[in-house]
């Protein structure tokens, strides 16, 4: 069964710093993984989805990564502002036709 | 173009009750799915459907049926609701194509604003 570790589960940082959000999943046979954000009480938005024939895949400020052999993924994000302060989830395919197994998230404070 | 429409967006419940969480799209989407996301879970794929009439279970899904009589809405019934369903309840959507196609597909979902349920 694929399983996604996300880490930190938390972080807290000053406004103007770049940063890195980390995913893992157990099973490497993916075909794509994305990034979402997540807003307090509400939906999720799709960020950034890359293939499995990409290594990168970049939307703005945001850089997604994508290791399949080892397993990783990781969203840079640089020059942070206090507008990215949210929950960061990561997913892959996973059971349920095109349906997702999703990390629990990293919860993001951009402190100004 | 409204995307992903789920309503109620709140609700509450007495243990027993029963009750439809509603979930519209409007992009002519072929699959539909529910998640539940409860706090130290993450999200948990309840029920999918991949086309009008097709339906299947994902990882939870005892306490939940779905239907998909159309290509556009897909309503989540819960049939005697328990406190343990109080969660947060998201409707996705996305293109699939068949085949080879759909491995380099870029199936983005896009999810509602969610239904934020809680049974006493």
């Known amino acids: 069964k694929q399983e996604v570790t996300q880490i930190p589960a938390a972080l807290s940082v000053p406004e103007g710093e770049n940063l890195v959000l980390n995913c893992s999943f157990t099973?490497?046979?993916?075909?794509?993984l994305q990034w979402f954000r997540q807003d307090p009480g509400k939906g999720l938005t799709s960020l950034l989805l890359?293939?499995?024939?990409?290594r990168e895949q970049t939307s703005g400020r945001l850089n997604a990564s994508l290791d399949k052999s080892s397993g990783r993924s990781t969203l840079y994000i640089a020059a942070s502002q206090p507008g990215d302060s949210a929950t960061y989830l990561c997913?892959?395919?996973?059971?349920?036709?095109?349906?997702?197994?999703f990390g629990k998230g990293t919860h993001l404070i951009i402190q100004p | 173009n409204a995307g992903v429409t789920q309503t109620p967006k709140f609700q509450v419940l007495k243990t027993g009750q029963s009750m439809t969480l509603q979930c519209a799209q409007d992009?002519?989407?072929?699959?539909m799915s529910w998640y539940r996301q409860d706090p130290g879970m993450g999200l948990r794929l309840i029920h999918y459907?991949?086309?009008?009439?097709?339906?299947d279970q994902g990882e939870v899904p005892n306490g939940y049926n779905v239907s998909r009589s159309t290509t556009e809405d897909f309503p989540l019934r819960l049939l005697s609701a328990a406190p343990s369903q109080t969660s947060v309840y998201f409707c996705?959507?996305?293109?699939?194509?068949?085949?080879?196609?759909?491995?380099?597909?870029?199936?983005?979902?896009?999810f509602g604003a969610g239904t934020r349920l809680s049974v006493l």
């Open positions: 459907s991949v086309g009008a009439g097709i339906t």
């Open positions: 890359i293939q499995s024939s990409q």
């Open positions: 997913a892959v395919p996973g059971g349920g036709a095109d349906g997702l197994t």
């Open positions: 996705a959507s996305s293109p699939r194509l068949g085949g080879l196609l759909s491995i380099l597909a870029k199936n983005i979902q896009y």
């Open positions: 992009m002519n989407h072929e699959y």
């Open positions: 099973d490497s046979a993916i075909y794509n």
